[in-house]
Nanobody, 122 residues
Framework: QLVESGGGLVQAGDSLTLSCTASGGAIKSHTMAWFRQATGKERDFVAAAIWNGRDTDYADSVKDRFTIYRDNAKNTVYLQMNSLKPEDTAVYYC?????????????????WGQGTQVTVSS
């Protein structure tokens, strides 16, 4: 089970860090990712990291602003979000898959959290 936390209401330009902790099992061998879904839109890929955290991928819209990193000892993956924009407003979901390759489609991931709301005001 994946549980996200850290969402909230912030102003444009602020920073926020989301956390996703896996209970009931280790994530060290999993590829972990963050997706987001704005109201009325599809769920979009944000960032992903393979098990060692060294190989990562980001959506173009968040490159150089967001950073995904993980602490396998704590079974936790984080999403550091800087220079937030109103268009970053969405429900953010943590996802995991039991393979070592990064995927950007939601259908490639087996485990999902319940989501955490991030709202960025202008």
């Amino acid at each position: 089970q994946l549980v996200e936390s850290g969402g909230g209401l912030v102003q444009a330009g602020d920073s926020l860090t989301l956390s996703c902790t896996a209970s009931g099992g280790a994530i060290k061998s999993h590829t972990m990712a963050w997706f987001r879904q704005a109201t009325g839109k599809e769920r979009d890929f944000v960032a992903a990291a393979i098990w060692n955290g060294r190989d990562t991928d980001y959506a173009d819209s968040v490159k150089d602003r967001f950073t995904i990193y993980r602490d396998n000892a704590k079974n936790t993956v984080y999403l550091q979000m800087n220079s937030l924009k109103p268009e970053d407003t969405a429900v953010y979901y943590c996802a995991g898959r039991g393979t070592v390759t990064i995927a950007t489609l939601p259908s490639a991931y087996d485990d999902w959290g319940q989501g955490t709301q991030v709202t960025v005001s202008s």
